[in-house]
């Protein structure tokens, strides 16, 4: 299986500014036939189910805010939050869906300062 | 706009078997597969396998080869999710996720989740 891991595991950041988050995949999730990297990132608030925000690294799911970006290939992938709000706070989560089983990052926990 | 609906909260007691229902809502069913996706209390995202709700094939993640059975009823536009030999360590939120077009593994829409407790 391709292991996820995230970092930080969590973060403090101060409403309007900047919240960066890391993924590493065990083995790069970039398809060569295609060019896309089979990697998603979920937004997770408690209580609730995830949220999809981007798939194929950095494709952003309707909906999502454009403060919101994500970036990578191949291995290192990156969540960024511009401007981080109120509601920004949750759990987020990457995914690889290159290979089965589609396998996910433990989560960086978001807060504000 | 699509909805899975899940069936609500269980409680088991070890070697017991649990049956969690998610019936779709305001999408074509049959176009689409269905995964299961656990979460421990304060754990991460566990795939546990998808079905296809057109004609019922499966993929199981090999951890739960022979214990888990997903099911499909068209007519209902439910899917099902039969684990059975539970233990404390399947207490856990049971999500079902609809995969996307793009692919299957991508996950749009979620159902709200059924907590099912395993406790003697």
């Known amino acids: 299986d391709i292991v996820m891991t995230q970092s930080p595991d969590s973060l403090t950041v101060s409403l309007g500014e900047r919240a960066t988050i890391n993924c590493r995949s065990s083995q790069s999730v970039f398809h060569t036939s295609n060019k896309k990297n089979y990697l998603a990132w979920y937004q997770q608030k408690p209580g609730q189910p995830p949220n999809l925000l981007f798939y194929?690294?950095?494709t952003r799911e309707s909906g999502v805010p454009d403060r919101f970006s994500g970036s990578g290939s191949g291995t290192d992938f990156t969540l960024t939050i511009n401007s981080l709000q109120a509601e920004d706070v949750a759990v987020y989560y990457c995914q690889q869906y290159y290979s089965t089983p589609p396998t996910f990052g433990q989560g960086t926990k978001v807060e504000i300062k | 706009q699509v909805q899975l609906v899940q069936s609500g909260a269980e409680v088991k007691k070890p070697g017991a078997s649990v049956k969690v229902s998610c019936k779709a809502s305001?999408?074509?069913?049959?176009?689409?597969?269905i995964s299961w996706v656990r979460q421990a209390p304060g754990q991460g995202l566990e795939w546990m396998g998808w079905i296809s709700a057109d004609n019922g094939h499966t993929d199981y993640a090999e951890r739960f080869q022979g214990r888990v059975t997903m099911t499909t009823d068209t007519s209902t536009s439910t899917v099902y999710m039969d684990l059975r030999s539970l233990t404390s360590d399947d207490t856990a939120v049971y999500y079902c996720a609809r995969g996307t077009v793009a692919h299957r593994r991508i996950f749009d829409s979620w159902g709200q989740g059924t907590l099912v407790i395993v406790s003697s």
């Open positions: 194929w690294a950095s």
């Open positions: 305001d999408y074509t069913f049959s176009n689409d597969g």
